[in-house]
Protein backbone atom coordinates (compact mmCIF):
# COMPACT_ATOMS: atom_id res chain seq x y z
CA UNK A 1 0.00 0.00 0.00
CA UNK A 2 1.03 3.63 -0.95
CA UNK A 3 1.97 5.64 1.68
CA UNK A 4 3.28 9.47 2.59
CA UNK A 5 6.85 9.48 3.31
CA UNK A 6 8.07 12.05 5.64
CA UNK A 7 11.57 13.23 6.86
CA UNK A 8 13.45 13.25 9.77
CA UNK A 9 11.62 11.17 11.84
CA UNK A 10 13.08 12.97 14.74
CA UNK A 11 14.96 16.48 14.93
CA UNK A 12 16.25 17.97 18.30
CA UNK A 13 17.37 21.51 17.65
CA UNK A 14 17.94 24.31 19.60
CA UNK A 15 15.75 27.54 19.99
CA UNK A 16 16.38 30.23 17.67
CA UNK A 17 18.19 27.79 15.34
CA UNK A 18 16.48 26.91 11.75
CA UNK A 19 14.79 23.27 10.46
CA UNK A 20 13.03 21.83 8.00
CA UNK A 21 10.60 19.17 7.51
CA UNK A 22 10.25 17.13 4.31
CA UNK A 23 7.02 15.16 2.62
CA UNK A 24 6.20 12.76 -0.61
CA UNK A 25 2.75 12.25 -0.54
CA UNK A 26 0.81 9.51 -1.87
CA UNK A 27 1.19 9.21 -6.02
CA UNK A 28 -1.53 11.38 -7.78
CA UNK A 29 -2.67 13.13 -4.20
CA UNK A 30 -3.29 16.59 -5.26
CA UNK A 31 -4.38 17.72 -1.56
CA UNK A 32 -1.54 18.02 0.61
CA UNK A 33 -1.57 18.96 4.21
CA UNK A 34 1.08 20.05 7.16
CA UNK A 35 -0.81 19.31 10.85
CA UNK A 36 1.08 19.74 13.82
CA UNK A 37 -0.04 17.42 17.11
CA UNK A 38 1.25 18.52 20.93
CA UNK A 39 1.57 15.88 22.73
CA UNK A 40 -2.37 14.94 24.01
CA UNK A 41 -4.28 16.47 21.70
CA UNK A 42 -5.43 16.18 18.16
CA UNK A 43 -3.61 17.09 15.07
CA UNK A 44 -4.48 20.84 13.93
CA UNK A 45 -4.02 22.14 10.41
CA UNK A 46 -0.97 24.26 9.69
CA UNK A 47 -1.26 24.63 6.12
CA UNK A 48 -2.98 22.91 2.64
CA UNK A 49 -1.72 23.06 -0.46
CA UNK A 50 -4.04 22.31 -3.61
CA UNK A 51 -0.92 21.21 -6.61
CA UNK A 52 1.24 23.85 -5.87
CA UNK A 53 -0.84 26.59 -4.57
CA UNK A 54 -1.67 27.39 -0.93
CA UNK A 55 -5.40 26.99 -0.54
CA UNK A 56 -5.69 27.15 3.17
CA UNK A 57 -2.86 28.65 5.86
CA UNK A 58 -4.80 30.61 8.27
CA UNK A 59 -3.34 28.75 11.65
CA UNK A 60 0.39 29.00 10.26
CA UNK A 61 2.72 30.96 11.92
CA UNK A 62 4.17 33.40 8.94
CA UNK A 63 6.58 35.53 11.08
CA UNK A 64 8.55 32.02 11.68
CA UNK A 65 6.68 29.38 9.58
CA UNK A 66 6.99 28.81 5.50
CA UNK A 67 5.90 26.04 3.47
CA UNK A 68 6.41 25.02 -0.10
CA UNK A 69 5.30 22.72 -2.88
CA UNK A 70 7.14 23.99 -5.84
CA UNK A 71 6.32 21.44 -8.45
CA UNK A 72 3.19 20.18 -6.71
CA UNK A 73 4.04 16.69 -5.57
CA UNK A 74 6.93 16.95 -2.43
CA UNK A 75 6.66 19.48 -0.12
CA UNK A 76 9.16 21.32 2.73
CA UNK A 77 7.98 23.24 6.13
CA UNK A 78 10.66 25.25 7.87
CA UNK A 79 10.77 27.29 10.74
CA UNK A 80 13.42 30.09 11.36
CA UNK A 81 13.74 30.74 14.09
CA UNK A 82 12.31 27.72 16.25
CA UNK A 83 11.01 28.46 19.63
CA UNK A 84 10.70 25.59 22.83
CA UNK A 85 6.61 26.05 22.48
CA UNK A 86 7.20 24.29 18.90
CA UNK A 87 8.31 21.55 20.32
CA UNK A 88 5.54 19.15 18.60
CA UNK A 89 4.71 16.10 16.14
CA UNK A 90 4.72 17.96 12.35
CA UNK A 91 2.49 15.19 10.37
CA UNK A 92 2.38 15.59 6.55
CA UNK A 93 -0.64 14.23 4.85
CA UNK A 94 -2.32 13.84 1.62
CA UNK A 95 -5.63 12.83 -0.09
CA UNK A 96 -7.33 12.71 -3.25
CA UNK A 97 -8.94 15.83 -4.13
CA UNK A 98 -12.56 16.22 -3.42
CA UNK A 99 -14.46 17.21 -0.32
CA UNK A 100 -15.33 13.82 2.06
CA UNK A 101 -12.05 11.95 0.69
CA UNK A 102 -9.56 10.74 3.96
CA UNK A 103 -6.50 11.63 4.61
CA UNK A 104 -3.72 9.52 4.52
CA UNK A 105 -1.02 10.39 7.03
CA UNK A 106 3.09 9.77 7.21
CA UNK A 107 4.65 9.05 10.07
CA UNK A 108 5.24 12.87 11.06
CA UNK A 109 8.59 14.33 12.54
CA UNK A 110 8.87 14.38 16.52
CA UNK A 111 10.73 18.19 17.00
CA UNK A 112 12.04 19.07 20.07
CA UNK A 113 13.03 22.32 20.77
CA UNK A 114 15.97 22.99 23.64
CA UNK B 1 -17.58 27.54 16.25
CA UNK B 2 -17.08 24.36 14.98
CA UNK B 3 -16.09 21.66 17.68
CA UNK B 4 -15.21 18.02 17.85
CA UNK B 5 -15.57 16.49 21.55
CA UNK B 6 -14.63 13.10 22.14
CA UNK B 7 -15.29 11.14 25.06
CA UNK B 8 -13.93 9.75 27.31
CA UNK B 9 -10.27 11.25 27.38
CA UNK B 10 -8.97 7.88 28.52
CA UNK B 11 -10.36 4.42 28.66
CA UNK B 12 -9.53 1.05 30.42
CA UNK B 13 -11.18 -2.46 29.35
CA UNK B 14 -10.50 -6.03 30.43
CA UNK B 15 -9.30 -8.15 27.13
CA UNK B 16 -12.91 -9.09 25.81
CA UNK B 17 -15.06 -6.40 27.53
CA UNK B 18 -17.14 -4.61 24.84
CA UNK B 19 -17.50 -0.38 25.47
CA UNK B 20 -18.01 2.45 22.95
CA UNK B 21 -16.51 5.66 22.12
CA UNK B 22 -18.07 9.04 21.94
CA UNK B 23 -17.38 11.60 19.68
CA UNK B 24 -19.81 14.90 19.38
CA UNK B 25 -19.89 17.35 16.81
CA UNK B 26 -20.93 20.61 16.03
CA UNK B 27 -20.16 21.89 12.68
CA UNK B 28 -21.79 23.73 9.73
CA UNK B 29 -22.51 21.27 6.56
CA UNK B 30 -21.20 17.86 7.57
CA UNK B 31 -18.76 16.47 4.73
CA UNK B 32 -17.91 13.14 6.35
CA UNK B 33 -16.88 12.12 9.74
CA UNK B 34 -13.42 10.33 10.23
CA UNK B 35 -12.05 8.05 12.38
CA UNK B 36 -8.49 7.35 13.11
CA UNK B 37 -6.42 5.19 15.52
CA UNK B 38 -3.04 6.68 16.13
CA UNK B 39 -0.40 4.18 17.91
CA UNK B 40 2.28 6.24 19.93
CA UNK B 41 5.00 8.00 17.73
CA UNK B 42 3.09 6.93 14.70
CA UNK B 43 0.72 9.03 12.58
CA UNK B 44 -3.40 8.62 12.38
CA UNK B 45 -4.22 5.31 10.03
CA UNK B 46 -7.59 6.00 8.74
CA UNK B 47 -10.41 3.36 9.70
CA UNK B 48 -13.82 4.39 8.46
CA UNK B 49 -15.56 7.40 6.74
CA UNK B 50 -19.15 8.47 7.77
CA UNK B 51 -21.28 10.95 5.56
CA UNK B 52 -25.37 11.19 6.77
CA UNK B 53 -27.20 9.63 9.53
CA UNK B 54 -27.92 6.68 9.94
CA UNK B 55 -25.12 5.33 8.23
CA UNK B 56 -22.93 2.28 9.81
CA UNK B 57 -19.64 0.38 8.94
CA UNK B 58 -17.85 -2.11 10.79
CA UNK B 59 -13.76 -3.31 10.59
CA UNK B 60 -12.96 -6.36 12.31
CA UNK B 61 -14.03 -5.67 16.39
CA UNK B 62 -14.89 -2.16 15.28
CA UNK B 63 -18.11 -0.64 14.71
CA UNK B 64 -19.05 3.07 13.84
CA UNK B 65 -22.10 4.86 13.63
CA UNK B 66 -23.45 8.56 12.83
CA UNK B 67 -26.38 10.31 14.15
CA UNK B 68 -26.96 14.15 13.16
CA UNK B 69 -24.69 15.26 16.47
CA UNK B 70 -22.62 12.45 17.58
CA UNK B 71 -20.83 8.96 16.37
CA UNK B 72 -20.01 6.30 18.21
CA UNK B 73 -17.17 3.77 17.74
CA UNK B 74 -17.89 0.21 18.92
CA UNK B 75 -15.51 -2.55 20.36
CA UNK B 76 -16.35 -5.61 20.40
CA UNK B 77 -14.96 -7.95 22.67
CA UNK B 78 -11.28 -5.74 22.09
CA UNK B 79 -7.88 -7.77 22.01
CA UNK B 80 -4.81 -6.05 23.57
CA UNK B 81 -3.51 -4.60 20.17
CA UNK B 82 -6.63 -2.59 19.78
CA UNK B 83 -4.77 -0.43 22.40
CA UNK B 84 -4.20 2.76 20.75
CA UNK B 85 -5.76 6.05 21.08
CA UNK B 86 -8.63 6.60 18.36
CA UNK B 87 -9.69 10.23 16.82
CA UNK B 88 -12.08 11.20 15.64
CA UNK B 89 -12.53 14.18 12.94
CA UNK B 90 -14.85 15.99 10.56
CA UNK B 91 -14.67 17.61 7.11
CA UNK B 92 -16.69 20.97 6.79
CA UNK B 93 -18.64 22.35 4.37
CA UNK B 94 -16.57 24.55 1.90
CA UNK B 95 -13.04 22.83 2.97
CA UNK B 96 -11.55 20.18 2.42
CA UNK B 97 -9.48 20.35 5.72
CA UNK B 98 -10.22 17.97 8.41
CA UNK B 99 -11.24 18.99 11.95
CA UNK B 100 -9.72 16.99 15.08
CA UNK B 101 -11.11 16.13 18.24
CA UNK B 102 -8.29 15.69 20.97
CA UNK B 103 -8.92 11.57 21.13
CA UNK B 104 -9.20 8.83 22.90
CA UNK B 105 -6.62 6.60 24.21
CA UNK B 106 -8.06 3.08 24.68
CA UNK B 107 -6.23 0.59 27.21
CA UNK B 108 -7.12 -2.77 26.80
CA UNK B 109 -5.49 -5.49 29.43
CA UNK B 110 -4.95 -8.87 28.89
Known sequence: EAEVAQSPRYKITEKSQAVAFWCDPISGHATLYWYRQILGQGPELLVQFQDESVVDDSQLPKDRFSAERLKGVDSTLKIQPAELGDSAMYLCASSLTGYGSPLHFGNGTRLTVT | ?110
Open chain 2, 1 to 110: EDQVTQSPEALRLQEGESSSLNCSYTVSGLRGLFWYRQDPGKGPEFLFTLYSAGEEKEKERLKATLTKKESFLHITAPKPEDSATYLCAVGQGGSEKLVFGKGTKLTVNP
